[in-house]
């Protein structure tokens, strides 16, 4: 019978990605709902003295993954090794983050072990032994309430959503064999950002600009580093070219939940509220009264984005030091 | 080259979405049906790599009769046929069933390159893709902003959180789309004339050699317990005040006392 919670953890360079405690919090919780256990994994090269840091948010087993061939996230490599791991283990639910990692390996995980899969979930409720996932659909406009059929169930969870909590148990570390399998895609190249740049998705805080800054970005990234957030962007933005896609926040481009996120100059386009409706907090700054995005906002100001955000800035510097 | 790319009909990004009586669907009649957009630039990448490399390009979509509506867009911009999976005991198919289905149908089609979106925004599964390259055995390369071909090989820019990766696979193989991959073009009006001529396939599940017993609404894997409108936000407090380092005083102060989130 399966049983059990395995989370599948993520870490690049040696560095847990936040979601991955969230994943192992909420695994927690999960098992303990259903009276059962929890399983994390860790996948990479050299990242058998990672395992201690997952410790403290309650697993009862860390599974290393620990193989050259884990380098760098490969969809072949990453699972075919989970295939094997999952069915030795033989959980009754898997969780994972939705990065962009996440998404991508866990749809073709699914489809390897014919399980049911819920995409992006933004709480997970136990009732009766049995999972309620909820997921936004048609750009958050729609939260529906999941259920998974079959003995496997796959829960993917938005980042920045479930909160961390510390639970630490008796915990065992292992290090099975792992069998790479045949991997027909190869990492030719890499360009990863480099400096002290805050992922959009992770950010606690995300300062937005839209076509309002008129591609001006120094005051949003001024009242950014003030409050150790991450910028974002509108479409109409990128698609100006005064930022790259990467920064791009909607329903084709990032979504993010952050505790605070404040909008500057943007109109509040419903493409743009997908990418970040389920923001904790959402501070609207813009010079139309009228504005749409006013009306998903909780705190609204009306004025000139370059008379307002600097000084925001200034205000939080006095409270930051 | 043979191409295929996959593309489905969803609700346009503007529409409202209502929930129907029954509670775990959404109302169909008033909605306005389009392409998905990552599909868009799927097409539009196809074409570009057809004309680059000759060959031709296939358009593969499940849905009901108004699907091919899609189909004939893509014709319209310039696909060479397309095929219709049209199928009523397909209908309601969950992520998994429509891509082993998608993959059938593929299997009989000449192919070298798949391309997918990398979701559709009606359910945002993001799994489809990825399922029809497992089912098919074939290298899947998400969320791709760039590619480049060579001796029998794609190279693709992919995004990563934090970056991005080249990733290189022998063909055949599946990428899916992403922003910035390219600007999808419009169909032209002598497109859209030859698009009527251009060949389109139906085909039911059946045919394709898939069990109707074990696809659509009663197989779904994920079953809806409810839909919901989102959660409502309180109304909106406006920060009054003159002059704007006022405004901003008070702005900081409610989120520094009273939200105490900075
Ligand atoms: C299929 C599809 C997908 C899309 N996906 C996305 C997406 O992922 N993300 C996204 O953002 N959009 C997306 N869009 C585009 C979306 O519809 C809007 O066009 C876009 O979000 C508008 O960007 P904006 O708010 O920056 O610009 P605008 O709508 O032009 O708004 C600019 C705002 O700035 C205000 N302003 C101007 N000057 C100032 C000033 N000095 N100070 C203060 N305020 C000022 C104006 O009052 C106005 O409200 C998509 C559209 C489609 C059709
Ligand atoms: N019914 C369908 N017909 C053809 N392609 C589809 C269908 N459903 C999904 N796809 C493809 O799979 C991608 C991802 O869809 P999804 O997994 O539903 O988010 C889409 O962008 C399409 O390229």
Same mark, same amino acid.
């Given at each position: 019978?399966?049983?059990?919670?395995?989370?599948?953890?993520?870490?690049?360079?040696?560095?847990?990605?936040?979601?991955?405690?969230?994943?192992?919090?909420?695994?927690?919780?999960?098992?303990?709902?259903?009276?059962?256990?929890?399983?994390?994994?860790?996948?990479?090269?050299?990242?058998?003295?990672?395992?201690?840091?997952?410790?403290?948010?309650?697993?009862?087993?860390?599974?290393?993954?620990?193989?050259?061939?884990?380098?760098?996230?490969?969809?072949?490599?990453?699972?075919?090794?989970?295939?094997?791991?999952?069915?030795?283990?033989?959980?009754?639910?898997?969780?994972?983050?939705?990065?962009?990692?996440?998404?991508?390996?866990?749809?073709?995980?699914?489809?390897?072990?014919?399980?049911?899969?819920?995409?992006?979930?933004?709480?997970?409720?136990?009732?009766?032994?049995?999972?309620?996932?909820?997921?936004?659909?048609?750009?958050?406009?729609?939260?529906?309430?999941?259920?998974?059929?079959?003995?496997?169930?796959?829960?993917?969870?938005?980042?920045?959503?479930?909160?961390?909590?510390?639970?630490?148990?008796?915990?065992?570390?292992?290090?099975p064999a792992v069998q790479v399998g045949e991997v027909k895609t190869a990492i030719v190249d890499k360009n990863i950002d480099t400096g002290d740049k805050i992922e959009?998705?992770?950010?606690?805080?995300?300062?937005?600009?839209?076509?309002?800054?008129?591609?001006?970005?120094?005051?949003?990234?001024?009242?950014?580093?003030?409050?150790?957030?991450?910028?974002?962007?509108?479409?109409?933005?990128?698609?100006?070219?005064?930022?790259?896609?990467?920064?791009?926040?909607?329903?084709?481009?990032?979504?993010?939940?952050?505790?605070?996120?404040?909008?500057?100059?943007?109109?509040?386009?419903?493409?743009?509220?997908?990418?970040?409706?389920?923001?904790?907090?959402?501070?609207?700054?813009?010079?139309?009264?009228?504005?749409?995005?006013?009306?998903?906002?909780?705190?609204?100001?009306?004025?000139?984005?370059?008379?307002?955000?600097?000084?925001?800035?200034?205000?939080?510097?006095?409270?930051?030091? | 080259?043979?191409?295929?790319?996959?593309?489905?009909?969803?609700?346009?990004?503007?529409?409202?979405?209502?929930?129907?009586?029954?509670?775990?669907?959404?109302?169909?009649?008033?909605?306005?049906?389009?392409?998905?957009?990552?599909?868009?630039? #799927?097409?539009?990448?196809?074409?570009?790599? /057809?004309?680059?490399?000759? %060959?031709? &390009?296939? +358009?593969?979509?499940?849905? !009901? $009769?108004?699907?091919?509506?899609?189909?004939?867009?893509?014709?319209?911009?310039?696909?060479?046929?397309?095929?219709?999976?049209?199928?009523?005991?397909?209908?309601?198919?969950?992520?998994?069933?429509?891509?082993?289905?998608?993959?059938?149908?593929?299997?009989?089609?000449?192919?070298?390159?798949?391309?997918?979106?990398?979701?559709?925004?009606?359910?945002?599964?993001?799994?489809?893709?990825?399922?029809?390259?497992?089912?098919?055995?074939?290298?899947?390369?998400?969320?791709?902003?760039?590619?480049?071909? #060579?001796?029998?090989?794609?190279?693709?820019? /992919?995004?990563?959180?934090? %970056?991005? &990766?080249? +990733?290189?696979?022998?063909? !055949? $193989?599946l990428f899916t789309t992403q922003r910035g991959l390219n600007e999808p073009r419009y169909a032209s009006l002598p497109g859209i004339m030859k698009a009527?001529?251009?060949?389109?396939?139906?085909?039911?599940?059946?045919?394709?050699?898939?069990?109707?017993?074990?696809?659509?609404?009663?197989?779904?894997?994920?079953?809806?317990?409810?839909?919901?409108?989102?959660?409502?936000?309180?109304?909106?407090?406006?920060?009054?005040?003159?002059?704007?380092?006022?405004?901003?005083?008070?702005?900081?102060?409610?989120?520094?006392?009273?939200?105490?989130?900075?």
């Amino acid at each position: 019978m399966a049983q059990g919670v395995f989370v599948v953890t993520e870490q690049r360079d040696g560095a847990f990605r936040k979601v991955s405690f969230e994943a192992v919090s909420e695994a927690r919780r999960i098992a303990d709902s259903l009276g059962t256990d929890v399983t994390a994994v860790v996948l990479g090269s050299g990242v058998e003295d990672l395992a201690g840091e997952l410790e403290k948010y309650g697993p009862d087993k860390i599974l290393v993954a620990d193989d050259a061939a884990l380098a760098d996230y490969t969809t072949d490599a990453y699972s075919n090794v989970l295939a094997d791991l999952v069915a030795s283990v033989d959980p009754a639910v898997i969780l994972m983050g939705a990065t962009i990692q996440g998404k991508d390996l866990s749809a073709r995980l699914a489809a390897r072990l014919d399980a049911g899969l819920a995409m992006d979930c933004t709480a997970v409720k136990v009732s009766d032994g049995k999972l309620t996932c909820t997921r936004p659909m048609f750009g958050g406009k729609i939260f529906a309430d999941v259920q998974i059929e079959g003995e496997l169930q796959i829960v993917v969870i938005r980042p920045n959503v479930m909160e961390i909590s510390e639970n630490a148990k008796q915990c065992v570390v292992e290090k099975p064999a792992v069998q790479v399998g045949e991997v027909k895609t190869a990492i030719v190249d890499k360009n990863i950002d480099t400096g002290d740049k805050i992922e959009l998705t992770e950010a606690d805080i995300v300062v937005s600009g839209g076509r309002g800054t008129g591609g001006d970005f120094a005051v949003i990234e001024q009242l950014a580093a003030a409050l150790g957030g991450a910028v974002g962007a509108s479409r109409s933005v990128v698609d100006e070219g005064w930022r790259p896609h990467s920064d791009q926040v909607g329903q084709t481009g990032k979504v993010v939940s952050p505790v605070l996120y404040v909008a500057c100059g943007i109109s509040g386009a419903i493409q743009h509220l997908a990418g970040m409706s389920t923001s904790k907090y959402i501070v609207a700054i813009n010079k139309d009264p009228e504005a749409p995005i006013f009306s998903k906002a909780d705190l609204g100001v009306v004025g000139d984005l370059f008379d307002v955000v600097p000084a925001v800035t200034e205000e939080v510097k006095k409270i930051r030091g | 080259m043979e191409i295929v790319v996959l593309v489905k009909q969803v609700p346009d990004t503007e529409s409202l979405i209502e929930i129907a009586d029954d509670g775990v669907s959404i109302k169909t009649q008033d909605i306005k049906w389009v392409m998905n957009p990552y599909d868009e630039i #799927a097409v539009e990448e196809a074409l570009q790599i /057809r004309d680059a490399q000759s %060959g031709s &390009v296939t +358009v593969v979509s499940m849905g !009901p $009769a108004k699907a091919a509506e899609t189909i004939r867009t893509a014709l319209a911009m310039g696909a060479d046929k397309g095929v219709h999976i049209n199928d009523p005991a397909a209908e309601g198919s969950d992520p998994l069933a429509t891509a082993r289905i998608l993959a059938a149908a593929l299997k009989e089609l000449p192919f070298d390159l798949i391309i997918a979106g990398h979701r559709a925004v009606d359910e945002d599964n993001y799994q489809v893709a990825s399922a029809v390259a497992e089912f098919l055995g074939i290298p899947q390369i998400s969320m791709v902003i760039k590619t480049e071909m #060579a001796d029998g090989r794609i190279r693709c820019h /992919r995004t990563i959180d934090g %970056g991005t &990766v080249v +990733v290189e696979a022998a063909l !055949p $193989a599946l990428f899916t789309t992403q922003r910035g991959l390219n600007e999808p073009r419009y169909a032209s009006l002598p497109g859209i004339m030859k698009a009527k001529k251009k060949p389109m396939a139906v085909k039911t599940i059946a045919e394709l050699g898939i069990d109707p017993a074990t696809v659509g609404a009663a197989n779904r894997k994920i079953r809806v317990a409810a839909l919901n409108f989102p959660p409502q936000r309180e109304a909106v407090r406006m920060v009054e005040g003159e002059a704007a380092a006022d405004k901003a005083a008070e702005l900081v102060k409610v989120l520094h006392e009273e939200a105490k989130i900075i």
